[in-house]
């Protein structure tokens, strides 16, 4: 078997993009946003209230999670809503509920 076979992921550029959504994922704060999230389009309000910080710092984590391709957003009338725009990370999301939450 030569090595190049041996890796589970085999082009740098996969393992370049892998790296960088869960750099983006590894905040706390930017986790737990994404585990608001799930399936849902939810508002910049919303998210607020759930997640228990500032608007300011919602919308900076907001931001970053964008910019990675991880959200998307649209906008409805004055609110602007979010959601998970790859269905890999949601499965993502799903899989690290199924290791690290044993309740």
Known sequence: MNVTNARIIAED???NRAAQCLKAMSHPLRLKIL???GINHVSV???VD???TTQSNISQHLGILRDKGI???H???NRVYYYIDDERT???IQM???IFCSH
């Open 13 to 15: 550029s996969d393992i």
């Open 90 to 92: 949601l499965q993502l």
């Open 75 to 77: 906008k409805d009338a």
């Open 96 to 98: 690290l509920k199924e």
């Open 45 to 47: 309000q919303d998210i």
């Open 50 to 52: 759930q997640v228990g």
């Open 71 to 73: 959200l998307a957003c």
């Open 35 to 37: 585990c608001t999230l």
